[in-house]
């Protein structure tokens, strides 16, 4: 596709509940970023991915947060033993860019809206 | 410390009116600038960069003062499907991500 895919779109789980969160970013872009976004907040960095490099984890609320990124294209947020204040939209951007250089633009995915029962 | 600060509004306009947002940021050694711009319910999607000079797409303009650290968004003869939230972006020199502001939300009325 042309642009930032996630999946799913919505997605409901009970507090404890383990849930994975999926990003296809753009082809071809190598920096790929998880943010995520609470009911009228501003946009929260949770981690970066750049090519081969360790990725930049130093946004991740806690341990149960984690995320990888197979070979250099897709990521996946995992969010284990979640809670209720997990709830929020999840969005992942590309970049063809990356570290914030000059003129990086990000390009967003739709999001996933999570809620925890 | 890394702070992108902006007036959460709403401002609330009339169609063709004129309207400007300002945003503060805390790093001087900042080198790029960035507006986006957010739908109700919707990904955030880049409006303009913002280049040292001032840059115009339109109706929309955009300013850099280095001196006061701050950015300025200026939108003329407003549209209704102006009505968003803006979001003021900088990048903070040894970061590896973009800092975005909390926006300002306009409400264009007819």
């Known amino acids: 596709g042309a642009g930032v895919s996630q999946s799913p779109s919505n997605k409901v789980t009970e507090k404890g509940k383990d849930v994975e969160l999926r990003c296809d970013p753009i082809?071809?872009?190598?920096?790929l970023y998880w943010y995520r976004q609470s009911l009228g907040q501003g946009l929260e960095f949770l981690i970066y991915?750049?090519?081969?490099?360790?990725?930049?984890k130093s946004g991740l609320p806690s341990d149960r947060f984690s995320a990888e990124r197979t070979g250099g294209s897709v990521s996946t947020l995992t969010i284990q033993r979640t809670q209720q204040e997990d709830s929020a939209v999840y969005l992942c951007?590309?970049?063809?860019?990356?570290?914030?250089?000059?003129?990086?633009?990000?390009?967003f995915g739709s999001g996933t809206q999570l809620s925890v029962l | 410390r890394k702070e992108v600060e902006q007036d959460p509004g709403p401002f609330n306009v009339p169609e063709g009116a004129t309207v400007a947002f300002n945003c503060t940021y805390s790093n001087s050694a900042s080198q790029s600038f960035f507006w986006y711009r957010q739908d109700c319910r919707k990904e955030p999607k880049l409006l303009m960069s913002v280049y040292s000079s001032g840059n115009e797409d339109g109706r929309f303009t955009a300013q850099l003062n280095r001196a006061s650290q701050y950015i300025s968004l200026l939108i003329r003869d407003s549209k209704l499907s102006d009505s968003a939230t803006y979001l003021c972006?900088?990048?903070?020199?040894?970061?590896?991500?973009?800092?975005f502001g909390k926006g300002t939300m306009l409400l264009v009325s007819p």
């Open positions: 972006v900088v990048n903070y020199p040894g970061y590896s991500t973009l800092t």
């Open positions: 951007a590309s970049s063809s860019r990356g570290q914030g250089r000059t003129n990086e633009k990000l390009f």
């Open positions: 082809s071809g872009h190598t920096a």
């Open positions: 991915f750049q090519g081969n490099s360790a990725p930049d």
